[in-house]
């Protein structure tokens, strides 16, 4: 038989020059000011905690702006992916100046050791 129907095409679009605009640029941004502190001497502790605390808590207040301006879901969005990996990224560069700091001290605490050993075997023989 013939029967009538009624036929409908949606099409949804999106723009997405907002969305590269106010979340993805300047996500991409804060990344990268956080790797700065890779090319700051490693002496310069002052400069590299603050640089790397700055962008980690500017990240962090970003991704919740993000979460509140849109609508609450059960399930991980496509945003929240690409957040969460710029906040590792930003707080990698944080974990990263932790180590080599740790690591420059050790080396130069065991070389400091190694100087006073010296010193005591020198004085030992000259008695």
């Known amino acids: ?4 129907c009624l036929k409908v095409d949606l099409l949804f679009k999106r723009e997405f020059s907002y969305y ?3 979340i993805y640029i300047p996500c991409v941004m804060l990344v990268i000011v956080s790797w700065v502190s890779f090319w700051l001497d490693q002496n ?3 400069a ?9 808590l500017t990240m962090s207040t970003q991704s919740s702006g993000i979460n509140q301006s849109l609508p609450p879901v059960s399930y991980t969005k496509a945003i929240d992916v690409w957040t969460g990996m710029c906040l590792t990224f930003v707080f990698g560069a944080l974990l990263e100046f932790a180590l080599v700091n740790y690591a420059s001290r050790s080396d130069m605490h065991r070389d400091h050791m190694k100087k006073q050993q010296r010193q005591w075997e020198m004085e030992a023989h000259q008695a």
């Open 1 to 4: 038989g013939e029967y009538s």
């Open 20 to 22: 590269l605009l106010t």
């Open 44 to 46: 310069s502790v002052p």
């Open 48 to 56: 590299r905690v603050s640089l790397g605390v700055t962008t980690l």
